[in-house]
């Protein structure tokens, strides 16, 4: 049998491996590749890792099959003739052709692929730092009213809600700009609605990661990172700290909650009203917070002085009146 009938063999065996393999896996497997498909960028992360192993399985495939078939016909046989060396493969112009532009193809296709799906996701549930180059529409509205505190939103009223992620030595919170900026160490968010988060920390670098809405964003001390998603299904999720932040980082995670807007609605209006209270006593709402330098609520950047950059250290310095 010469060379080319072999070429032959194996390709037809990979090519009726492979459509079968990546249908079976489209189909079957596919719909279960995490993170699911809680928000729009979960779905869009989904759709991506199944795309990348529709590629990755033919060429899994491929080598799989040259093994296989070289042990089958190539290897020596007990008691048969001793196995001879065939044509060497170097200088092969049809080898090294078909190499260089199969990988070449494949590999600009995936840089190509991941950049415009970055780009039509806005960010694809990463951090995008305090300007996002690519926001949802509506989304700057949003997070310039909310910071003035003139931010609404109410149901079926397809506005962007924004919502304040604060990392701590260890544990997460969240204010509510539009809802009076109240804190709470509970994530309650609305479905069908898109959700800008603001992600900053008061201490040491954090990390928000909400595996099941695919966010993930680095908390920054005096940074505000925004990351955004569109929730599409009601459900809990989890809410854990990806960045080494110290000693209790593993115990640093909670769990948050999509439900449908009227209950959201709810929900906000109880906890502001129930908030009300010690939301008083909060630092006025911004995009970052430097916990007080002169010690009266344990500052952590022991600088002595008031700086101008923070509300936060003046309200800090004001002893509660007894
Ligand atoms: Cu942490």
């Not at 990806?242 to 980082?249: D, V």
């Not at 906890?271 to 500052?299: I, Q």
Request: proline share 7%; hydrophobic share 45%.
């Amino acid at each position: 049998m010469n060379e080319t009938h072999h070429l032959r063999r194996m390709t037809t065996i990979w090519i009726v491996l492979s459509i079968a393999a990546d249908l079976l896996f489209w189909f079957l497997v596919g719909p279960h590749i995490p993170p699911g498909r809680m928000t729009d960028m979960a779905s869009s992360n989904q759709f991506d890792f199944n795309i990348l192993f529709v590629i990755a399985i033919p060429v899994l495939i491929g080598v799989w099959i040259y093994l296989a078939y070289a042990i089958a016909v190539w290897s020596a046989k007990r008691g048969g003739p001793e196995p001879v060396g065939g044509e060497a493969a170097r200088n092969n112009r049809t080898a090294q052709v078909a190499w260089i532009t199969i990988t070449s193809v494949v590999v600009i296709f995936l840089a190509g692929f991941g950049t415009v799906e970055l780009v039509v996701n806005h960010g694809s549930g990463g951090g995008e730092g305090p300007n996002p180059v690519w926001s949802p529409a509506g989304a700057i509205k949003a997070e310039t009213a909310a910071l003035a505190g003139t931010g609404t939103w109410s149901p079926n009223s397809n506005q962007v809600l924004p919502v304040q992620v604060i990392a701590q030595q260890w544990k997460f919170t969240y204010r509510y700009p539009t809802f009076g900026g109240f804190e709470t160490p509970q994530l309650i968010l609305p479905v069908n609605t898109t959700i800008a988060f603001n992600v900053t920390s008061l201490d040491v670098i954090h990390s928000f990661w909400a595996y099941q809405l695919s966010v993930k964003a680095d908390a920054n001390p005096q940074v505000n990172d925004v990351a955004y998603t569109t929730t599409n299904q009601t459900g809990p999720f989890t809410v854990r700290c990806s960045e080494l932040c110290g000693i209790w980082h593993g115990s640093m995670y909670n769990y948050g909650r999509v439900v449908s807007q009227q209950k959201f609605m709810q929900w906000a209006q109880a906890t502001e009203a129930a908030n009300a209270a010690n939301t008083k006593d909060l630092p006025p709402f911004a995009w970052t917070y430097v916990p007080d330098a002169n010690g009266a609520a344990g500052g952590y950047y022991p600088d002595g002085t008031v700086t101008p950059y923070s509300t936060v250290e003046t309200y800090g310095a004001k002893q509660p009146a007894s």
